[in-house]
């Protein structure tokens, strides 16, 4: 999540559904995008029902990790100089830096984790601006920072990294059996090698597939989900959730750093006043849309007049798509 611009109300995942669902997380102060919901509590902790809420996913197979809202923001053919203006001085990457690093040493590009953390930064803004858009700042980007040498390997990358965050995996994930759980990891390190290589796979996704391993093998042995430093932060929960609880503040120190505990405390803090705001946009519009004594015209006029008094302009088209307007 940009430092400006939340995402659709969601909640967050655990670092397991990041890994199975999501195929692209960002840095450490990037929160999860994916929908995982509140259901029953019926089930048995085993292999075969591995929750005790049921589903914590949004959808049975996996889905692509760029969110981005029902209306485009921006035309496409951005030049590189109106792109960092769209994005940088008035949109969702206002106030913020980019994380990870393009990962050229002596002039040529060399595998490393960073890039895939730098890539994600950029796609933080698909939706504002075209992929196109995007794929033009980053070459314009690396041509400043390192000259035009690495430029058309990192565009190969990129190019191959969008490819694999939209490739449509066959395994037909059950979150209720452990057994999908482990083919569907199985099947995205499969994919990830042959899409991008063993280098550039083992490089980018080595940390994340070895943390996701040994998540499910804890679930596997029947073992609760351990803290997650990437949850926001808030009062222990009696529900007896099998997802993990959110880390306190001094886990997240002890696991990232001060400086980084405290950007994920400010990002906990935006998410909450964005999802504030969007639930009671939510229940305006639904209170409007039941007043038999206003029109369709006046409805609209309302929640329109709500909207922007509520939310910020670079806000408001997501409010719209998020509303149905």
Excluded: K
Aim: glycine share 4%; proline share 9%; aromatic share 6%.
């Amino acid at each position: 999540m940009s430092a400006t611009h939340p995402p659709p109300q969601t909640r967050r995942p655990a670092r397991i559904a990041r890994m199975l669902v999501a195929l692209g997380a960002v840095g450490v102060v990037a929160v999860g995008w994916l929908q995982f919901r509140d259901v029953r509590e019926d089930a048995p902790v085993t292999a075969e029902h591995p929750t005790q809420r049921g589903d914590w996913f949004g959808a049975p197979h996996p889905v692509p990790a760029s969110p981005a809202p029902a209306v485009a923001t921006t035309q496409p053919g951005l030049t590189p100089a109106q792109t960092r203006e769209r994005l940088f001085r008035r949109g969702s990457l206002a106030v913020s830096s980019p994380t990870g690093d393009w990962c050229v040493r002596d002039g040529r590009l060399q595998p490393c984790e960073a890039l895939r953390h730098r890539f994600e930064y950029y796609l933080l803004a698909l939706g504002e601006v075209t992929a196109a858009d995007l794929r033009a700042l980053v070459a314009d980007e690396v041509a400043r920072a390192h000259g035009s040498a690495p430029v058309a390997d990192i565009l190969s990358l990129w190019d191959r990294h969008l490819a694999l965050r939209a490739h449509p995996y066959r395994t037909v994930f059950d979150p209720h059996n452990l057994v999908t759980w482990r083919a569907l990891l199985d099947e995205q390190q499969r994919v990830r090698r042959q899409m991008l290589g063993e280098a550039w796979a083992q490089a980018l996704f080595a940390t994340e597939e070895a943390e996701a391993q040994r998540d499910l093998a804890r679930l596997e042995r029947g073992e609760p989900w351990p803290a997650d430093p990437g949850l926001p932060v808030s009062p222990a929960r009696q529900d007896n959730m099998s997802a993990p609880p959110p880390a306190t503040h001094s886990e997240r120190v002890a696991r990232y750093g001060a400086a980084a505990a405290d950007r994920l405390a400010q990002a906990d803090a935006r998410w909450a006043d964005w999802t504030g705001r969007l639930q009671t946009a939510q229940t305006e519009w639904s209170r409007l849309q039941a007043a038999p004594e206003l029109s369709p015209p006046q409805r609209r006029q309302a929640i329109d007049a709500h909207i922007r008094s509520h939310f910020r302009p670079d806000e408001r088209r997501r409010v719209e798509a998020l509303l149905a307007l």
